[in-house]
């Protein structure tokens, strides 16, 4: 009897391991490993801490636990003095994944000089990194990357709380205070950096961070920022704004007619650009009532400095969508359709015809070996093992786009803070956040004028993420390395 027992609980015990074992991650915990890198030719020592910090509510419950990944230099003598990059995706939805693994990170994904992914999916070094000059963390919210809510579904998550705008912002800046509190860096110059709707987040963070945690930052950095001002807003200065981008990735393409192919893209986009502001924007203001002569001029222009065809912009009343753009600019040289966050991708749809493609040629390479390279990365080279399903995208919708006033809490976070410097980074050819887009931004978040030498714009030949085209990754980064190191006080006082 007791042998039959005995055999009957070791048949069972698989089944009771696996429910006693639930797929969640522990609400608060770290992994430390050691790690180096060489970059611009020097040997870099560094510790990786990779763990989950907790969401509180208002009466000091967990309410979400978030993944974060942060680098820190080692034999930093002052540490005090480092700067502190802090870093965000978009989405929103979206994990840390992309600049973690390819831009600003110590670990690069392995792709080939234009950014393209080559198998076997993997991480190199990377030597254009900044963490020679700045400590990193990457953090996942709510719901992305390993980040979950607590629970991670049902009636008791107060979605209010996370998914949203300002929603988003408040909750952040509350996780930052204690990160920064838990890590003793509240002394150290501080940057935060986010892509795509990371821009939209970052741009109200600056404010938050001050008026909520009275945590005062050096740098704002906005990647292919996507402004919600601006972009699904539909009407004349959205519209127009499209055209640079056209061009750009119509030059790309070689598309355009010869008198604008033969020059360099930095020559032929300053006239775009001021076709748009001066020209477009007004003809499209004028809607139905503008003079026919005009109409046909405005379109003969458009098709010059887009490459699409005159007859298809008069039929849309010189308002042309940007995913029509991407179906019909190669329709007649070899039927490809063009990537949406990076124009220099192709495409091959199941028809010619149509308003739209069928898939992002560019999204789908990215996902297929940014997602194995995360997996792997995180579980065998920082030894954060778990069963959980890391969210490139995770489950964040619908999402309370209501009363955005980013845009203004960047300028009055930059009118408080005279230390408070911009810098916004955009790939010509990218077609979702237009690098046109992200200058108009620029110039709307201080309409007076009078912080203008606190912005600065760098733009690069590649897309969305600029960093995937290696010439681009050592660029940008330079770039970025730089503006830490301008804009860190060194001593001068916080006055005007």
């Not at 009957?8 to 991650?25: D, E, M, T, V």
């Not at 085209?469 to 390395?481: G, S, T, Y």
Request: aromatic content about 12%; charged content about 20%; hydrophobic content about 35%.
């Amino acid at each position: 009897m007791i042998k039959n027992y005995c055999l009957l609980l070791l048949l069972l015990l698989p089944g009771l391991s696996a429910q006693a074992q639930q797929r969640k991650l522990p609400i608060d915990t770290t992994v430390v490993t050691q790690h180096s890198v060489t970059i611009n030719g020097e040997n870099i020592s560094y510790t990786a801490e990779t763990g989950t910090q907790p969401v509180w509510n208002k009466t000091g419950e967990p309410v979400a636990s978030l993944h974060y990944t942060y680098y820190t230099r080692n034999n930093v003598r002052d540490r005090a003095s480092r700067p502190l990059l802090i870093s965000f995706n978009g989405g929103p939805g979206s994990g840390s994944v992309w600049m973690h693994l390819a831009y600003t990170g110590p670990r690069v994904l392995k792709i080939d000089d234009e950014g393209y992914p080559v198998q076997p999916y993997g991480v190199d070094s990377n030597p254009n990194s900044v963490l020679d000059v700045t400590d990193i963390v990457y953090v996942n919210p709510a719901n992305t990357g390993y980040s979950r809510t607590i629970p991670e579904e049902g009636k008791e998550v107060d979605r209010d709380m996370f998914f949203g705008i300002n929603a988003d912002i408040t909750y952040l800046a509350e996780w930052l205070n204690t990160f920064v509190t838990r890590h003793n860096r509240w002394r150290s110059p501080k940057y935060i950096i986010g892509e795509s709707y990371g821009g939209t987040r970052v741009m109200g963070l600056s404010l938050a961070l001050q008026n909520q945690q009275w945590m005062y930052l050096n740098g704002v950095i906005m990647v292919s920022p996507a402004d919600y001002k601006v972009i699904r807003v539909g009407g004349p200065v959205s519209s127009a704004l499209n055209l640079p981008y056209y061009t750009a990735a119509a030059w790309h393409h070689k598309a355009l007619p010869p008198a604008l192919q033969q020059k360099d893209l930095l020559e032929i986009l300053p006239e775009s650009e001021a076709f748009t502001i001066d020209k477009l924007i007004p003809a499209i203001a004028k809607g139905g009532f503008i003079n026919p002569s005009e109409r046909e001029a405005i379109a003969e222009r458009m098709s010059y400095y887009s490459g699409l065809d005159k007859k298809d912009i008069l039929d849309m009343n010189l308002d042309v969508p940007t995913s029509f753009f991407w179906k019909a600019l190669l329709r007649e040289q070899g039927g490809y359709t063009v990537g949406r966050l990076d124009s220099r991708y192709l495409g091959m749809d199941k028809m010619l015809a149509g308003m739209r493609p069928d898939y992002n040629s560019e999204l789908t390479s990215w996902l297929h070996s940014f997602t194995p390279a995360i997996n792997y990365y995180l579980q065998e080279e920082l030894n954060f093992k778990t069963d959980i399903k890391y969210n490139m995208f995770g489950p964040v919708h619908p999402w309370n786009n209501e009363d955005d006033n980013t845009r203004d809490d960047l300028r009055q976070a930059m009118a408080q803070n005279p230390y408070l410097n911009v810098l916004v980074q955009s790939g010509y050819y990218d077609g979702a956040t237009t690098y046109f887009n992200a200058k108009y931004t620029m110039w709307q978040v201080d309409p007076s004028g009078r912080m203008k030498d606190r912005f600065e714009f760098k733009g690069y030949r590649s897309g969305h993420m600029m960093y995937l085209r290696r010439e681009d990754l050592k660029q940008a980064n330079d770039d970025l390395r730089a503006f830490i190191q301008r804009t860190q006080a060194n001593g001068k006082s916080a006055k005007y």
